[in-house]
């Protein structure tokens, strides 16, 4: 059975680059495709973005000028990079496996999120 | 980027009761919708996929239907466990969405 476990920096300052990182253990990291996905406080998911064991990204264009998602195969892992951070940016933040078949049909596995928290 | 509009945002019930949350999508979708059960403090679990399969390992009293750009879950005797938040999520384009949630709670 897969699962992820996801750390990075919790607390930023405005204008840093947030940083974070999902292992995959039980299972592959080239086997799957992998994305991140924010919760602000409160509020509801907003998807940031895919990339597959390949390197190819699809990212959401309300953040697509910020956000780099890479894949390492050697670490089994997968990151998550978003520049310039201001407060909007302040939510949980989870890694997850996208399950493909013919096609994407479900976040089927999610890491236990990391909140971030940009302060001034 | 699609719309997706949960109704109601919020609903009040008791352990027993059937539920139905709805899910209008701003265009046709097709069948590619994931219904998401959210408690706090927890990631989203997968309820339902491609409108209307079972998860594996999640109760026969969840089920989703609908196609194009209305789609339903229902859960059919609620229990204690199933006071959440539920979220649908559209897979038909990029970028993903998902609706605003809705938020389950005990009457």
């Known amino acids: 059975q897969v699962q992820l476990q996801q750390w990075g920096a919790g607390l930023l300052k405005p204008s840093e680059t947030l940083s974070l990182t999902c292992a995959v253990y039980?299972?592959?990291?080239?086997?799957?495709?992998w994305s991140w996905i924010r919760q602000p406080p409160g509020k509801g998911l907003e998807w940031i973005g895919e990339?597959?064991?390949?390197?190819?990204?699809h990212y959401n264009p309300s953040l697509k000028s910020r956000v780099t998602i890479s894949v390492d195969t050697s670490k089994n892992q997968f990151s998550l990079k978003l520049s310039s951070v201001t407060a909007a940016d302040t939510a949980v933040y989870y890694c997850?496996?996208?399950?493909?078949?013919?096609?994407?049909?479900?976040?089927?596995?999610w890491g236990p999120g990391t909140m971030v928290t940009v302060y001034s | 980027a699609i719309q997706l509009t949960q109704s109601p945002s919020s609903l009040s019930a008791s352990v027993g009761d059937r539920v139905t949350i709805t899910c209008r999508a701003s265009?046709?979708?097709?069948?590619?919708l994931a219904w998401y059960q959210q408690k706090p403090g927890k990631p989203p679990k997968v309820l339902i996929y491609?409108?209307?399969s079972l998860e594996s390992g999640v109760p026969s009293r969840f089920s989703g239907s609908g196609s194009g750009t209305d789609f339903t879950l229902a859960i059919s005797s609620l229990q204690p466990e199933d006071f959440a938040t539920y979220y649908c999520?559209?897979?038909?384009?990029?970028?993903?969405?998902f609706g605003q949630g809705t938020r389950l709670e005990i009457k």
């Open positions: 997850a496996s996208l399950r493909f078949l013919e096609w994407f049909d479900a976040f089927d596995i």
């Open positions: 039980g299972g592959s990291v080239s086997d799957y495709y």
């Open positions: 990339i597959n064991h390949s390197g190819s990204t």
């Open positions: 265009q046709g979708i097709s069948s590619a």
């Open positions: 491609d409108a209307s």
């Open positions: 999520q559209q897979f038909n384009s990029y970028p993903f969405t």
